[in-house]
């Protein structure tokens, strides 16, 4: 990229934390950032979004530079997106248009078409394991020139109501390169920290060993986020309503977590099992109920084969045995069915007993 | 028994089996029967059962010989009973006025001061395993007399509203002695059979391998009635659901099923694997949701323990594995403790994040 010129945004997703992102940019003035709303878009283009935010106080009517109703709206400006954010849920069994590939797709296509020397650094504030493949298996990475960057977003913020978002956690994001060999995306990643970073308020944090870490973050989505997913319960309700208080801990959690590391290891990514106590003991006294949980409570489709698939498969193929995450898997694969169902995303015909086409 | 004597019987627990039961026995007209009606006593007092049935036709205004609102009120009546008979679900984690040993005490306790040398027969109409142990473990046999009977009742009848039974399927009744070596219990079973049966529309027949029978029942129960209490699906859904339609009955139902025959066959009880086709099989292209479904779904406590719980205990005494079975457990206590305190019957506090005693 050019020193001169200002780096150009777009953020797809305006839920808790794509709104806070794009917050964030517009807060450091180093880019010119543009969000996709959706299904708020009316009420923010009239109003703006009122945000009560930790890291930078409550704001009236704010808008980033610009918004968008759709990507393919943000992708016909005829502007140039040096990074394109994706922080919308990342699940590959749900609608077609929302697949992560086809949400990049149109901006990464008019990139292409403006300047095909120029660009583009994807990247993805999404959870789970081996989400870059589907990106890398549909776009060659030479000709549509392009980079994937790893975010790993902690921030405890929430869309509270149309156009109203409510962040309680200071934010801190560690953003990295999908491909470790990639030093054009080491690069990218490196001068988003410097657009992103506002210090005294949020954290940003360049992320050298990017796989490491979302296996890391796997211990816990992978064994607490489904649990709790599966039973509709907070953590500490999860944790004392097993045997004597024991059960979910000893007999799920901790086996579950062993699972994944044993599966990083097959990977050659040796995780700390300190994480295990950490994990465990994060939200033990402190009411918290997981993304997945709370998808499953809003009838909404969960990150399930992000979280849960694609680390089994990698089991399977390295010939790792994973007998808790591989029973909560098959679980949770009927309650995405039933998810599905009840969004009519398949439907399910009583007659012949047969998922109808 | 004195064979001059009608038998006198109590029936206890007036859903869709109970009142069947008593209607089965009113019908043959040998015994002189009660039963204990508890939540609908004011309505089948003033208006008797509305009957719609498969076996008996349509009845309106139906009452057996004598109806009690409680337990107690059947006891103190001076009447003895010569067969007890049990139709309400059996959750030893339940409350304590529904364990099965003080769902009888009562009766059993009046019995033995009217007459100590008579015997009473306790027929438990109820799944699972092991569930005449908290019996024996309470009362001494001999000093109050009695033999326990295992009935496994196969019955299609619901109470649709008070006082309203609808039944759709022919009732057939297995009666046996839970103890093999007990004579008594067996003649009393036989007699049993001899008072119940109504040729041509129901079936009653002597059990003589009860543990057999209730096993074989079990690899049912613990595998499909408890996968699809999980995650509140019927049957059908919950097959094609899985993975390629294929994961539930490959990678949950039928292993947990054969779990179950390890565990039997290390109790000595050898169950024909056939089982397992029949049971995956009979319910696969009919719209079915299991009892535990049922009860989750209504919000209802669920026959976890006797179903899954003494029969996992059975397994780790005799060291038979049971990865399927023992993580459908974990998952299904928490389950379990969410329907507890839905039910008041525990209270979490969300400030200490622990359960309040």
């Keep these: 990229m050019a020193s001169e010129r200002v780096p150009s945004v777009v953020v797809v997703g305006a839920g808790g934390v794509g709104v806070i992102c794009a917050l964030s940019l517009c807060t450091k003035g180093k880019s010119e950032v543009s969000l996709v709303v959706r299904s708020d878009y009316n009420h923010v283009e009239q109003k703006g979004y009122q945000i009560d935010s930790c890291d930078y106080g409550k704001l009236d009517s704010w808008r980033p530079h610009h918004i ?87 921030v405890g913020s929430t869309k509270i109501a149309t156009g109203t978002i409510h962040q309680i956690g200071t934010e801190k994001i560690f953003v990295g ?5 990639d030093s054009r995306a080491k690069e990218a990643a490196k001068q988003f920290v410097d657009i992103y970073l506002n210090e005294g308020q949020n954290a940003a944090e360049f992320d050298p060993r990017v796989r490491h870490s979302r296996w890391n973050k796997l211990i816990y989505n992978a064994a607490i986020n489904t649990t709790t ?85 990698i089991a399977k193929k390295n010939g790792v045995d994973t007998p808790i995450l591989s029973n909560l898997y098959f679980l949770l694969v009927m309650l995405q069915g039933k998810l599905k169902e009840a969004n009519g995303l398949i439907k399910f015909d009583e007659e012949t007993c047969r998922i109808v086409n």
């Design 68 to 154: 968008f109703k759709t990507a393919e709206d943000a992708a016909s400006e005829g502007k140039f997106f040096d990074y394109i954010i994706v922080t919308t849920k990342n699940i590959p069994d749900g609608p077609v248009h929302s697949k992560v590939e086809n949400i990049i797709k149109p901006m990464l296509l008019n990139n292409h078409s403006i300047d095909a020397t120029r660009q583009s650094n994807i990247l993805l504030i999404q959870n789970g394991i081996d989400i870059e493949k589907s990106i890398l298996e549909t776009f060659d990475q030479k000709e549509y020139n392009y980079t994937i960057l790893s975010g790993i977003e902690i």
């Design 177 to 181: 390169a999908f491909q470790p060999d």
């Design 229 to 313: 997913a599966l039973i509709g319960l907070d953590v500490p309700r999860a944790l004392q309503f097993g045997v004597d208080g024991k059960s979910t801990e000893f007999e799920i959690f901790r086996p579950a977590m062993k699972e994944i590391i044993k599966i990083a290891a097959s990977e050659g990514i040796i995780l700390d099992e300190a994480s295990i106590d950490i994990f465990t003991n994060i939200s033990r006294n402190l009411m918290f109920k997981p993304s997945m949980c709370v998808d499953r409570e809003k009838g909404q489709l969960m990150e399930l084969e992000v979280i849960l698939g694609n680390p089994i498969s």
